[in-house]
Nanobody, 124 residues
Framework: QVQLVESGGGLVQAGGSLRLSCAAS????????KGWFRQAPGKEREFVAV????????YYADSVKGRFAISRDNAKNTVYLQMNSLKPEDTAVYYC?????????????????WGQGTQVTVSS
């Protein structure tokens, strides 16, 4: 059974930092593109960041560029999202996702596997 499990969410004050992790089990995602998405109450799920299979290429949503950093450790089958300078508008459930194929796409429908999500709340 394929599973993606996020961790690291929580409550943080504005300006603070959190590091999210997403551990995969059930199969190796070594050659999969990995992405982070988020969904705030009453809003659609939106793209945050994506990383290619080797970790050599990344891409970010404009709203998080310069503040967030995605990385991966294929030996641990884990992808990370370092979030700095957090703002109240970053409050959402954060999901990791994996997709078959090399394209670093940003649409949620293009991803094949999803985690259950982890809540991030940023207080002002």
């Amino acid at each position: 059974q394929v599973q993606l499990v996020e961790s690291g969410g929580g409550l943080v004050q504005a300006g603070g930092s959190l590091r999210l992790s997403c551990a995969a089990s059930g199969r190796s995602f070594r050659h999969y593109v990995k992405g982070w998405f988020r969904q705030a109450p009453g809003k659609e799920r939106e793209f945050v960041a994506v990383i290619n299979w080797s970790g050599s290429s990344t891409y970010y949503a404009d709203s998080v560029k310069g503040r967030f950093a995605i990385s991966r450790d294929n030996a641990k089958n884990t992808v990370y999202l370092q979030m700095n300078s957090l703002k109240p508008e970053d409050t959402a459930v954060y999901y990791c996702a994996a997709r078959v194929g090399p394209s670093m796409v940003v649409g949620p429908a293009d991803y094949d596997y999803w985690g259950q999500g982890t809540q991030v709340t940023v207080s002002s």
